[in-house]
């Protein structure tokens, strides 16, 4: 069975920085592309960031382009998100996710979810 669990969010003003970490189980994890998206009530999900398979590749939506950092650690089957810098405009749900498609962008290159960890930023 498959698991995704994120932690690290919570309530920063703008300008601050946070780290979000996704554990995964239950998968490959060397051998799927990970990815960040974010959801704000009312939209539909956002792509964020994605890291290939390898780690060597990544790709960022340009809205988080030179502040947010995606990495991860096979050791501890374990994906970051580090925000930097963080603006009003990025209060939302972030969800880690798993897929196939390196370095997709659409929710549909994506077979599995975690719940998400809430993200607040007040100006």
């Known amino acids: 069975q498959v698991q995704l669990v994120e932690s690290g969010g919570g309530l920063v003003q703008a300008g601050a920085s946070l780290r979000l970490s996704c554990a995964a189980s239950g998968l490959t994890f060397t051998s799927w592309t990970m990815a960040w998206f974010r959801q704000t009530p009312g939209k539909e999900h956002e792509f964020v960031a994605a890291i290939g398979w390898g780690g060597a590749g990544t790709d960022y939506a340009d809205s988080v382009k030179g502040r947010f950092t995606i990495s991860r650690d096979s050791s501890k089957n374990t994906v970051y998100l580090q925000m930097n810098s963080l603006e009003a405009e990025d209060t939302a749900a972030y969800y880690c996710?798993?897929?196939?498609?390196?370095?997709?962008?659409?929710?549909?290159?994506?077979?599995?979810w975690g719940q998400g960890t809430q993200v607040t930023v007040s100006s």
């Open positions: 996710a798993a897929g196939g498609v390196y370095l997709g962008r659409l929710i549909s290159n994506y077979n599995y």
